[in-house]
Structures are given as structure tokens and as C-alpha cells.
């Protein structure tokens, strides 16, 4: 198993670690701050630099077979350390916060738009979700004038859990129709955004709305019957 720090600190963008394994697959360490695919977030990429100066490009991270199994995937041509090895796990800041900044808005989207939410997916600079709705009833600029006001208005981010049978009492939390969160564990990851919006989910977000800055309704597209994607971007 891998101590998974972004959990408790997203804002970590490097950590000491130790390689425990590697394979075809890539490389696993005993703790890291790399956040492997999920949720609808990519992996994190970046680097691992060794004592002898080496440094080995990361091209992407994902989720093992095994609970808290990271699997940081070297870019091609990349040497393959020993297990035992000690590294520094760094990973690309820059691309990590406008996804955490991404995701964060993809929750204030959520409150914004009435509706079960049927897909979604963060990226780099944008992001959209789908939503079992009646296409009449999103307006393009109602929706981004909401999401800006609430963006400046700085509600605090934070992350808490509660148990898979508090969770079970309180279905509506869960606003995703074709993704349940895990369960199993005994503890639910939520994400609160404080007076807007409370939802399990194991990503990585901003600690104030603020810090999002401006954001664009791109488009909102016709995706079935009653499906509806809204796609949005950052404003600059």
C-alpha cells in the first residue's frame, strides 16, 4: 500500500518516497503526491529525481489493482529504478492546480444546475458534466453569471468523511447516476464547498472558490433525450 499525501495535502507538490516495486506497469513508491485517474480527474504527472541526479519523467499515474495501489508510468525511454531506491516525487504544480481549480468549479457547477449528473470530466484548462435535465431549462448566461458570482464570493473548500452508513441515510449526497463512490472502507471522502455544495469525492480542489477565478460556459450540447453537457473553460 502507498501513503496517498494529496489526500491530506493537495497543495503538496513534493514529497521523499522509496521505490517498493516496479514493473511493465511503471513504478510504485511507499508514499506519494502523485493523484492517479479518477473521478473523472487525470493522473498527475511530473518527475522522480534520484540522489545520482537522474531524473525520471512521469508521464501519468493510475490506480493499481490493489487498495491504495499508485502506479506512477514512466515516459518512454525513462530508466526503471531499483526497489529500494530513494527519490524526490515532484510532480508538475502548474497542471495540477488549474486541475484542482477545474474541479473545484465542476462542484459549483453541480449547485448551480438542478439535476443528476451523468458524466463528467476534468482537463487541463477546461472541463464539463452531463446532466439528466430538460435542455429548455439551462440558460448559457445564467449559469455563468452564477458560477462567477459564487467563485468571488471565496466560500472555503474543505474535505471531511462520513461512514458508509451515514452516507446510506443520506442518498442525496451521491449526485452522480452511473459512478457510486466507494465503499467498504468504513469512511466516506466528502467535499464540502461551505454553504454551496456537499458531495462524496476523492480529488484533489482548491481551500476557496476564489481562487478559481473567472469562468466561461463554452457550450452546452445536446447529448440525449434529456441529457444535457456543459462544458466549461477558464475565462482567462
Given at each position: 500500500?502507498?501513503?496517498?499525501?494529496?489526500?491530506?495535502?493537495?497543495?503538496?507538490?513534493?514529497?521523499t518516497?522509496?521505490?517498493?516495486?516496479?514493473?511493465?506497469?511503471?513504478?510504485?513508491?511507499?508514499?506519494?503526491?502523485?493523484?492517479?485517474?479518477?473521478g473523472?480527474?487525470?493522473g498527475?504527472?511530473?518527475?522522480?529525481?534520484l540522489d545520482?541526479g537522474?531524473?525520471?519523467?512521469?508521464?501519468?499515474?493510475?490506480?493499481?489493482?490493489?487498495?491504495?495501489?499508485v502506479?506512477?508510468?514512466?515516459?518512454?525511454g525513462m530508466?526503471l529504478?531499483?526497489?529500494?531506491?530513494?527519490?524526490?516525487?515532484?510532480?508538475d504544480?502548474?497542471?495540477?492546480?488549474?486541475?484542482?481549480?477545474?474541479?473545484?468549479?465542476?462542484?459549483?457547477?453541480?449547485?448551480?444546475v438542478?439535476?443528476?449528473v451523468?458524466?463528467?470530466?476534468?482537463?487541463?484548462?477546461?472541463g464539463?458534466?452531463?446532466?439528466?435535465?430538460?435542455?429548455?431549462?439551462?440558460?448559457?448566461?445564467?449559469?455563468g453569471?452564477?458560477?462567477?458570482?459564487?467563485?468571488?464570493?471565496?466560500?472555503?473548500?474543505r474535505?471531511?468523511?462520513?461512514s458508509?452508513?451515514?452516507?446510506?441515510?443520506?442518498?442525496?449526497?451521491?449526485?452522480?447516476?452511473?459512478?457510486?463512490?466507494?465503499?467498504?472502507?468504513?469512511?466516506?471522502?466528502?467535499?464540502?464547498?461551505l454553504?454551496?455544495?456537499?458531495q462524496p469525492?476523492?480529488?484533489t480542489?482548491?481551500?476557496?472558490?476564489?481562487?478559481?477565478?473567472?469562468?466561461?460556459?463554452?457550450?452546452?450540447e445536446?447529448?440525449?433525450?434529456?441529457?444535457?453537457r456543459?462544458?466549461?473553460?477558464f475565462?482567462g
Amino acid at each position: 500500500m502507498t501513503e496517498l499525501i494529496f489526500r491530506d495535502d493537495a497543495y503538496l507538490r513534493s514529497a521523499t518516497a522509496r521505490v517498493i516495486a516496479v514493473d511493465g506497469r511503471g513504478i510504485r513508491l511507499d508514499r506519494t503526491v502523485f493523484y492517479p485517474l479518477g473521478g473523472g480527474q487525470p493522473g498527475d504527472k511530473g518527475a522522480l529525481r534520484l540522489d545520482t541526479g537522474e531524473t525520471i519523467a512521469i508521464a501519468d499515474t493510475l490506480k493499481g489493482d490493489l487498495p491504495d495501489e499508485v502506479i506512477h508510468v514512466p515516459a518512454p525511454g525513462m530508466p526503471l529504478p531499483e526497489a529500494g531506491t530513494a527519490v524526490l516525487a515532484e510532480i508538475d504544480w502548474e497542471r495540477r492546480h488549474r486541475l484542482m481549480r477545474m474541479h473545484t468549479c465542476l462542484h459549483l457547477l453541480c449547485s448551480v444546475v438542478p439535476g443528476a449528473v451523468t458524466g463528467g470530466q476534468v482537463e487541463d484548462g477546461k472541463g464539463r458534466l452531463d446532466f439528466d435535465v430538460p435542455g429548455s431549462s439551462l440558460d448559457k448566461e445564467e449559469i455563468g453569471r452564477r458560477l462567477n458570482a459564487l467563485v468571488a464570493a471565496a466560500h472555503p473548500v474543505r474535505a471531511l468523511s462520513i461512514s458508509d452508513e451515514e452516507l446510506a441515510e443520506k442518498p442525496d449526497l451521491v449526485r452522480t447516476m452511473r459512478v457510486q463512490p466507494p465503499l467498504g472502507t468504513g469512511r466516506v471522502r466528502l467535499i464540502e464547498i461551505l454553504g454551496v455544495d456537499l458531495q462524496p469525492c476523492g480529488g484533489t480542489h482548491v481551500r476557496t472558490t476564489a481562487e478559481i477565478g473567472p469562468v466561461l460556459v463554452a457550450k452546452i450540447e445536446n447529448k440525449g433525450r434529456q441529457n444535457r453537457r456543459v462544458n466549461l473553460a477558464f475565462a482567462g
